[in-house]
C-alpha cells in the first residue's frame, strides 16, 4: 500500500518498520514531528526529553540494553548533544541506534545554518541523507541494519524541504522481534582511558571498511546520461538537478560520509566537466578536491540559503528563468500571537528601560520592533549565562536594570545549570521564566511541568517556582503578565534588590485554549491617536487614514491593550 506522507512522518514510519523500541527527541523544527509520529505507535516508548543531550543518552541506554532506538533532533541540537554522540561512536552499540537529524538552509527557524554532515565526520559515524518522503523511510531502516552490521551509531541527515514536503510511501510491516540479549562488556561501554584507546582502533577499522563498502551500496547512484556534464549530488538538491538540467549525468549520494571514493573517481573519468551540487558547505566538494580531482562548486554556488531549480538551471546550464521579482509578494514579518502573554512582558522590559538577555522560543520575537525588548540572543539556555557574565563584566550598578529571559521549556532545557551557576557565584541580577505552559516555538508540545508526555498520558509536573527556590533562589515571584499595573511593579522591585531574584510570568499560550469565546476589543471616539497602543506590537491593532482600530478578525480578546490607554478610549466589543 502506499500513502502520501510528509519526509518526517514518512521518517518515524521507517522507525516503526524497523523495529525500533525506544525514541527520544526534544522539538527543535524541522525535526518535531517526526518523534510526533512515532508516538502514534503503540509498539514504541517514545518520550520528550528535557534537552537533546539526555534524550540520546536515553537512545543510548536502550541500545546498549539490546533494543533499537532513535533519537532525533534539528542540527544545533546535535551541539547540545555532541558529548555522548563522540564517545558512543567509541562504544559502538547493541540494538541498532540511529540519530535522525534535521538541517535548516535558509534559516526558516533558526539561528544558525550549520551543516551536520561535519558532526558525522568529525565523530566517525556514517551518515545517510534520503532526497525524499520514501527514502526518508527505507534510509532509516537501512540506517539500523549499518548500525547492526558495524557495530555503530548511524546518522540520518533531513532538511526543512523534505521534512516539511509530501512524497508517496510504499509502507510495509513491522520487523519481528529485535530485542538482543544484554551481556555486560565493560571493555566495550566504560570508556575510561584504557578501554576508549582500544575502542579508538576498533573505530578507524570499521571507517575503512565502510569506506570499501561505501562504493557498492546500493543508495549511492551512478545515473549517466549526456556526459558533457556530472553532477555529484545528495538529498534534496538532487531532485533540483533532476528538473533543472534533466540531460546531466548524476551520482546520486545516499551514504553522504563516509563518501564513495572509487565510484565518484569512475563518475569523474566518464563526465568532461564535473560540479557539486551541495547546499551549505563545500562537504563533498572538498574531499573530492582532495582526491585530485577538478571539480566546480562553491564557486559558482553559495554557502548560504537553500538552492533551487532555476539557480542550478542559471549557474550550471546558463539558463536564466523567470522568478518573482523582489517586493513582488508583500513581506509578512515574524510576529507574536494575539493574545501572546509575553508581549507584556516586553512592552514592559522597554518602558522602565530594562537591558534582557534572551533566549530560543516564540520570545525571541520580542526583540523585534516595536517591542525591541531583547539586547542579544544566542543559543537555548544561554540567556542566563549571558546575564551573568555582562553583569561580573559591569557590575552590579549594571545588573540594576538587568534581566535574563528564558522561556519554561527552555529553562528545563539548558536553563536550571545557569541559574545554579548565579547562586553559586554570587549573582544579583533577575532572572525572568516565560511560562506559557508548552514549547511553543515549535508547535505547543509538552514539557517537564505540563503534566503530560508526548503520549498524552499523565506525568508528574515539575513545580518551577518549588525548583527555582530548591537551587538556591530567595526571592521568588509569580505574576500574571497581563496585570500590567504588578508586573511593572515587580519588576522595579526585583530588579533594585541586591540580591539574585526569579520572576516567572505565567500564563498559558494564546493558542492553547481555543475553545474559551472572548469578547472582542475596539477604539472608540475617545482615542488621541496618541500611537501607545501601537507600542504593544499587536498584529490586531493597526493605524489607518481614520485613525487607530482593532481589526476584529485578529483580536484575541486579552484585554492587554485597555491596560496601556491612558484615555480608557479602548473597549470591549462583543463576542
Not at 498 to 505: G, N, P, R
Request: charged share 20%; proline share 5%; aromatic share 6%.
Amino acid at each position: 500500500m502506499k500513502k502520501m506522507m510528509l519526509g518526517n512522518a514518512a521518517f518515524a514510519r521507517g522507525a516503526y518498520e524497523a523495529g525500533v523500541t525506544v525514541a527520544a527527541a526534544y522539538p527543535g523544527t524541522p525535526s518535531t514531528e517526526i518523534t510526533e509520529n512515532i508516538a502514534k505507535y503503540d509498539e514504541i516508548y517514545a518520550e520528550w526529553a528535557p534537552n537533546e543531550k539526555v534524550a540520546l543518552e536515553v537512545a543510548i541506554g536502550a541500545s546498549i540494553a539490546g533494543a533499537r532506538a532513535v533519537c532525533c533532533m534539528k542540527h544545533v541540537g546535535v551541539n547540545v548533544a555532541a558529548d555522548p554522540l563522540f564517545t558512543v561512536s567509541y562504544t559502538g552499540v547493541n540494538g541498532g541506534l540511529v540519530i535522525i537529524v534535521a538541517d535548516d538552509p535558509g534559516m526558516h527557524s533558526s539561528q544558525n545554518e550549520q551543516d551536520s554532515r561535519f558532526y558525522a565526520r568529525s565523530a566517525h559515524v556514517p551518515m545517510l541523507e534520503p532526497a525524499d518522503s520514501n527514502e526518508a523511510k527505507e534510509f532509516v531502516k537501512l540506517a539500523f541494519e549499518l548500525s547492526e552490521k558495524y557495530d555503530t551509531p548511524v546518522m540520518v541527515r533531513s532538511n526543512t524541504r523534505l521534512s516539511h514536503s509530501q512524497g508517496l510511501v510504499e509502507l510495509g510491516s513491522r520487523a519481528g522481534e529485535m530485542l538482543k540479549p544484554y551481556q555486560k562488556d565493560i571493555a566495550k561501554y566504560v570508556m575510561m582511558p584504557g578501554m576508549a584507546k582500544k575502542r579508538h582502533v576498533v573505530v578507524e577499522q570499521r571507517m575503512n571498511s565502510l569506506k570499501a563498502e561505501a562504493n557498492e551500496l546500493a543508495v549511492n547512484v551512478t545515473e549517466y546520461r549526456e556526459k558533457s556534464i556530472g553532477i555529484v549530488t545528495s538529498g534534496v538538491a538532487y531532485n533540483y538537478v533532476r528538473e533543472a538540467l534533466p540531460e546531466a549525468s548524476t551520482l546520486k549520494l545516499g551514504l553522504v560520509y563516509p563518501i564513495p571514493e572509487k565510484l565518484i573517481r569512475d563518475f569523474a573519468a566518464q563526465v568532461e566537466t564535473l560540479y557539486v551540487v551541495e547546499e551549505l558547505e563545500p562537504f563533498f566538494e572538498d574531499q573530492i578536491k582532495a582526491m585530485g580531482i577538478k571539480v566546480i562548486g562553491k564557486d559558482i554556488f553559495s554557502v548560504q540559503g537553500e538552492y533551487s531549480v532555476n539557480l542550478i538551471a542559471e549557474k550550471i546550464g546558463g539558463e536564466k528563468r523567470d522568478v518573482l521579482a523582489p517586493g513582488a509578494l508583500p513581506l509578512r514579518p515574524p510576529v507574536m500571537c494575539p493574545g501572546c502573554p509575553h508581549r507584556a512582558v516586553f512592552y514592559a522590559l522597554k518602558k522602565l528601560g530594562i537591558t534582557a538577555t534572551g533566549d530560543i522560543g516564540c520570545y525571541t520575537l520580542g526583540a523585534l520592533p516595536p517591542l525591541q525588548g531583547i539586547d542579544a540572543c544566542v543559543c537555548m539556555g544561554a540567556s542566563i549565562g549571558m546575564a551573568m557574565g555582562m553583569e561580573k563584566a559591569r557590575g552590579k550598578d549594571f545588573a540594576r536594570k538587568l534581566v535574563a529571559v528564558i522561556g519554561d521549556s527552555t529553562f528545563f532545557h539548558s536553563g536550571i545549570t545557569g541559574l545554579v551557576d548565579m547562586v553559586y557565584n554570587g549573582a544579583t541580577s533577575t532572572v525572568i521564566i516565560l511560562d506559557n505552559s508548552t514549547t511553543g516555538m515549535t508547535g505547543h508540545q509538552d514539557h517537564p511541568a505540563t503534566g503530560k508526555t508526548v503520549k498524552g498520558d499523565i506525568a508528574y509536573a515539575v513545580d518551577i517556582p518549588a525548583l527555582v527556590k530548591a537551587v538556591g533562589v530567595n526571592h521568588v515571584r509569580v505574576v500574571d503578565p497581563f496585570n500590567l499595573k504588578e508586573l511593572e511593579q515587580i519588576l522595579k522591585e526585583e530588579t533594585s534588590r541586591e540580591e539574585l531574584s526569579v520572576i516567572i510570568t505565567k500564563r498559558p499560550c494564546a493558542l492553547l485554549d481555543k475553545k474559551t469565546i472572548r469578547p472582542t476589543y475596539m477604539i472608540t471616539d475617545k482615542c488621541k491617536n496618541c500611537g501607545v497602543c501601537l507600542k504593544l506590537g499587536c498584529p490586531a491593532i493597526k493605524k489607518t487614514d481614520k485613525g487607530m482600530e482593532i481589526d476584529a478578525s485578529v483580536c484575541n480578546g486579552c484585554g492587554l491593550c485597555p491596560s496601556v490607554c491612558a484615555f480608557g478610549a479602548i473597549e470591549t466589543a462583543g463576542v
